[in-house]
């Protein structure tokens, strides 16, 4: 049975089903995604990454509940909901805490880590795709910043927030990430903390060289103190969120950023396609060519072409 029109009419239930069976790797929630994409491009996707336990998730849950408010449909994928390290609590979990609980214009979605065959980016992004056909008008994506996987998944939203939590460390933890560069909007979090104010004034300062060469001089990447657990500095975050979507169309940037979105995800699809078969219809002819590369018959090279070539010749799915 197709989940699709449950999925478009919004019912929980049908979207909770297709996400389900798409990160099952379901064969027939194949075709059901593909019209998910087809239908979605209208939501707002808020990419939330920060190093681990800098804070996202009880940021998120706050953000949910404020977005609420405005009357909007929000929907959450977290990606790796708790690093055992970071004390971090599951997402899921805040999220029954906060005012927002029970909630129908609420979803919240908490993907594993990472599937069997990678392939993390485009597993999270075809949720993305589910919500925001679902008519979730903001869908917010919460990535822990360390690898390039999530990285990947934070830059192919629209606006991208970088959380910073004080007193971690001497450095800007963010520059350890590598995702200082990909904020839109930067957030140092627990400012209830006294070391908050260094933390903010580290960002400025670095934002300040940063803008001689800066490529985006119709947008100033604000740095936003936020206290989750005190409810303060949420609307103003909200507020910046929703600047830089209007910035960004009045620009003409949303345009570039979805293409370039769209660039990133078909290399991503090709390549998930790729390990997928090679995972799948390729051993037996890799048992077989390994005696060739170890022989030296073969490079590596020229033994992956001959792989891929007789792999196209199976199929095209
Ligand atoms: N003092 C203070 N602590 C906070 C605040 N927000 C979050 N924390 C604490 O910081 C810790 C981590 O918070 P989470 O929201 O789970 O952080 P996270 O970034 O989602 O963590 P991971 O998902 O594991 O990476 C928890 O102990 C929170 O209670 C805040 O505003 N002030
Ligand atoms: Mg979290």
């Known amino acids: 049975m197709s989940l699709l029109p449950g999925v478009l009419a919004g019912e929980t239930r049908a979207i909770a089903r297709l996400l389900t069976r798409a990160e099952a790797g379901a064969a027939e929630a194949r075709e059901a995604l593909d019209a998910a994409y087809a239908a979605a491009g209208r939501a707002h996707v808020v990419g939330i990454t920060g190093v681990p336990g800098s804070g996202k998730s009880t940021l998120v849950a706050k953000l949910v509940a404020d977005i609420r408010r405005t009357g909007r449909r929000v929907a959450v994928v977290a990606v ?14 805040r999220i029954r805490m906060a005012e927002v609980a029970g909630d129908p214009g609420v979803f919240v979605r908490s993907m594993a880590t990472r599937g069997a065959l990678g392939g993390l980016a485009h597993g999270t992004l075809e949720a993305v795709d589910v919500l925001d056909a679902a008519g979730f008008e903001v869908v917010l994506i919460e990535t822990v910043g360390v690898g390039q996987d999530e990285v990947d998944v934070a830059r192919a939203a629209h606006t991208t927030v970088v959380v910073s939590a004080p007193g971690l460390g001497d450095d800007i933890q963010a520059i350890k990430a590598g995702i ?11 400012c209830d903390r006294p070391e908050s104010d260094r933390a903010i004034a580290d960002l400025r300062n670095m934002l300040a060289l940063d803008l001689a060469t800066s490529r985006r001089p119709l947008w100033r990447v604000p740095v936003l103190p936020v206290a989750s657990l005190r409810d303060e500095g949420i609307g103003a975050l909200r507020e910046a969120i929703d600047r830089h979507r209007e910035a960004l169309d009045a620009e003409g940037g949303l345009l570039a950023r979805r293409r370039e979105i769209a660039r990133r995800r078909l290399v991503k699809a090709g390549e998930d396609i790729l390990r997928e078969r090679f995972s799948r219809e390729g051993e037996e002819r890799i048992a077989a060519l390994l005696q060739d590369l170890v022989e030296r018959r073969a490079s590596p090279r020229a033994a ?8 196209a010749e199976g199929g095209t799915r």
Request: hydrophobic share 40%; proline share 6%.
């Open 80 to 93: 790796d909901p708790s690093s055992p390290y970071s004390g971090g609590a599951i997402l899921g979990d």
């Open 180 to 190: 200082l560069e990909i904020a839109d909007v930067h957030v140092v979090s627990k």
């Open 304 to 311: 992956a072409r001959a792989l891929l070539d007789e792999l």
